[in-house]
């Protein structure tokens, strides 16, 4: 066997939110909100959620014109492994370019009081195969996806369909 092939890693992210924990669980929650800050982007085929304990969420978008990845099939396929209502989320996921699986996942997503706000706690435990992104391209595109997070919340963002 040449090289490895798979490269382990996990990352930890905290972010502070101007809400209570129920109002960024909902964020999470609500399939019509999550579809705003997580799916909607140029490209995007399809979008699912099924939030529930068994349920599967999924996302199918095309690569960008100029990238590496043009006009080739993106998937995000999750399943919702544990959820406590406003206070936990874990997620099993995977990521797929073409026919071709990237990376498996579990990651943790805490919701925690703080003062008159929501800490949030994210933690991926990755595999990426080969040719993957690894986890510190997959670190800082879940940077991306939580500020969305942050813009959703606001005035604009839940009521005028921004993320």
């Known amino acids: 066997m040449e090289g490895q092939s798979v490269t382990h890693g996990s990352f930890v992210i905290e972010r502070s939110y101007p809400a209570d924990p129920a109002r960024v669980f909902a964020a999470f929650a609500d399939p019509k909100k999550k579809r705003r800050w997580f799916a909607e982007r140029e490209g995007l085929e ?12 999924q996302t199918r978008t095309r ?3 100029g990238t590496p990845i043009a006009g080739t099939t993106l998937t995000n396929t999750t399943t919702y492994q544990d959820i406590v209502p406003g206070r936990r989320i874990v997620i099993a996921y995977t990521m797929s370019v073409g026919d071709k699986r990237i990376s498996a996942s579990l990651a943790t997503i805490e919701f925690l009081p703080d003062g008159s706000g929501t800490k949030l706690v994210f933690t991926d435990q ?13 670190e800082h595109g879940w940077r991306q996806i939580l500020e969305a997070v942050n813009r959703a919340l606001t005035p604009e963002g839940e009521y005028a369909g921004k993320a």
């Open 46 to 57: 399809h979008y699912e959620m099924d939030f529930r304990v068994g349920g599967v969420e």
């Open 63 to 65: 690569g960008k014109e």
């Open 126 to 138: 990755g595999a990426y195969f080969e040719g993957a992104d690894g986890p510190q391209i997959r």
